[in-house]
């Protein structure tokens, strides 16, 4: 599913997976996550995807959530967190106006686009990306 070369974006509901993880894991998917870890695996997600990742853990007062949620992010070396810029916006709103995503989607795809991305990680299979990038749940790295 995912070649050395790839180079892919963390939505906010594939970092909940992995944060929150129950069930056995596979070895695609531990793999996946010792690669995060060790910089092995070149991923880059963004401060979007934190405050949607947060919401939840602040809504329950789960400071356990809330901390492996912040630590998990607070990684920048591990994992880039891309900053919002003009250009990005800008490319949000080209995004959005061909494909009719709503905006926080547009967001997390120009995240992904300006940085190069050729995987998007996220659960949502309806999600419509640019050429050259294709979608990969977590839940799909098996063995």
Known sequence: M?????????DSNAVIAII?????LSNSQLSFI???DDGSVDCVSSDLALAECLVLPLRQKDE????????????G?????????RKLF?????IRAVSN??????????CADVTNCTVFMSADAGI?????????????LVS
């Open 2 to 10: 995912l070649l050395n070369s790839d180079r892919t974006y963390l």
């Open 20 to 24: 929150e993880s129950q069930s056995k």
């Open 34 to 36: 010792k690669g995060i």
């Open 64 to 75: 356990k959530k809330l901390a492996d949620m912040l630590i998990f992010f607070s990684e």
């Open 77 to 85: 070396d591990v994992l880039p967190i891309i900053p919002f810029t």
């Open 90 to 94: 800008i490319r949000a709103a080209e």
């Open 101 to 110: 995503v709503k905006m926080p989607d547009a967001l997390h795809i120009a």
């Open 128 to 140: 419509r990306l640019p050429k050259g990038m294709r979608r990969v749940a977590f839940q799909d």
